[in-house]
């Protein structure tokens, strides 16, 4: 985009800057389409309109280029990262780590777990913020990944110690 606009204008153009707030109705088409293209189809986080407090959503001007969602509470002292996703050309900016950062700060004195694709290198991502891999869980992707992903369909569950 800023390529095409110093064509066309013959000028650079100004960069803003990334935004980060708490999911609302106008960005939910956005961001399911952002998780179904990385995760798989028929995600709808609607329902997390009821906790906003426990959602971030990073905007560049009003363009969704990274969510993440947290369910508050899914156990004794626990909550639970139900996703977290960059825009594709976003990634590897510190988008995640911030959105992440965020998250834990919601629940500090709650455990705070996840499932993650076996193979995928997010878990790198969740380590560096202290949490540790709990469990191996066989084929726990299998009803939620698409015949052709290439996505491991076992899953690391993560825990955060608090
Ligand atoms: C995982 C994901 C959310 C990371 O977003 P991001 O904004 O690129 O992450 P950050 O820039 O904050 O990365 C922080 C650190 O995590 C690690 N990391 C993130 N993505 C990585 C990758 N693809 N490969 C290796 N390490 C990675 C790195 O250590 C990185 O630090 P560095 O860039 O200084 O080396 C993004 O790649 C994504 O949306 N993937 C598809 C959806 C997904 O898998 N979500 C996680 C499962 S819940």
Redesign the pocket.
Known sequence: MCELQHRVNRCHPSRSTIDFCYVRPQHIPAVNALLQS??WPGIDVSDCLSYPDYSVVALYKKLVV?CGFLVPDVGYNEAY?S????RHNW???????FMLYHLIQTCMSKDIT?H?SAS???V??YQ?FGFKIEEVILDFYDKYLPLDSKQSRNAFFLRLLR
Request: charged residues 10%; proline residues 0%.
């Open positions: 990385v995760f990274g990262i996703f977290m996703a960059v990634q590897r900016s510190g988008i995640a780590s996840l993650v995928n290198s997010a790198m991502l560096k």
